[in-house]
């Protein structure tokens, strides 16, 4: 600012790790930007006791102990030694910006996180929707079917168009993880059939009605989702899956009951 003195930069390359470890409560971006690059050189072996140190003798009431938490874990997790402990205080923050955070760093290399899939349920359970969208983030990055089952149990027919978007791009990524497990246990979303058709519309390929199809031929579809899931199977459906669902649909309309128009 003007009549203002200039900030002096710290010597950041002749730092040693204690003093290296005080900058990541600079205000300057710049500074503690350096000392995470400096500190991640000196190596695991020289910085995460000290780390661990440091991160204890923080005062718990200050403000700003969230964003010295973060520091540290991004920290942590480039010495390839995520703090589980960091995480999980980050995770139990009241802001939901430190725990938007937290579940955003781990998307980087989330299977050296021991733990991964229980902070992945925390987080998709979290109030508020940043955080489990970051969630998604993190389950695409893993990959497998559990983490495909885990990003399906937070559809809802509610979602905002970011949120929707998100869940979409997951499944639609991790199809050839779960497509192969929902051919061979269909219910593999849950017994709440919607998830099931959001993943498959995701795809939107005629070979991934099967597990869908498979529901309807054992009459495991419940009333409520009956007309979505006929549209869907007419939809990407073969010539004999339309056929199936037109039969179906003239016998629905003679029994009052809303089929595919």
């Known amino acids: 600012a003007k009549d203002r003195a200039l900030v002096e930069n710290p010597d950041i390359e002749n730092a040693s790790v204690s003093e290296l470890l005080k900058h990541l409560k600079a205000p300057e971006a710049w500074t503690r930007t350096q000392a995470k690059l400096f500190l991640k050189d000196r190596g695991a072996d020289a910085v995460v006791r000290p780390l ?34 960091l995480i999980d205080q980050l995770l139990s923050s009241n802001d939901f910006h430190a725990r938007s955070a937290a579940v955003r760093a781990l998307e980087e290399h989330p299977e050296r996180v021991d733990g991964i899939y229980d902070f992945m349920e925390r987080a998709l359970a979290d109030d508020h929707p940043r955080v489990r969208l970051e969630a998604l983030h993190v389950l695409r990055v893993l990959g497998g079917v559990r983490a495909a089952s885990l990003a399906s149990q937070v559809y809802s027919e509610s979602m905002d168009e970011a949120f929707e978007f998100g869940l979409w791009t997951t499944m639609k990524i991790l199809a050839p993880d779960w497509l192969p497990a929902a051919v061979k246990n269909p219910r593999l979303f849950g017994s709440d059939p919607r998830a099931l058709l959001f993943a498959i519309r995701c795809v939107n390929q005629p070979e991934a009605l099967e597990p869908l199809n498979v529901l309807w031929k054992s009459g495991e579809i419940e009333e409520a989702v009956m007309p979505d899931a006929l549209e869907l199977l007419g939809e990407l459906g073969d010539a004999a899956i339309v056929t199936d669902v037109f039969q179906e649909t003239l016998s629905r309309a003679n029994r009052s009951l809303p089929g595919v128009l």
Request: glycine share 2%; aromatic share 8%.
């Open 52 to 85: 661990e140190n440091w991160v204890r003798s923080l005062d718990a009431s200050d403000s700003k102990i969230d964003t010295y938490r973060l520091e540290a874990l991004w920290v942590s997790l480039s010495l390839r030694k995520p703090d589980i402990g």
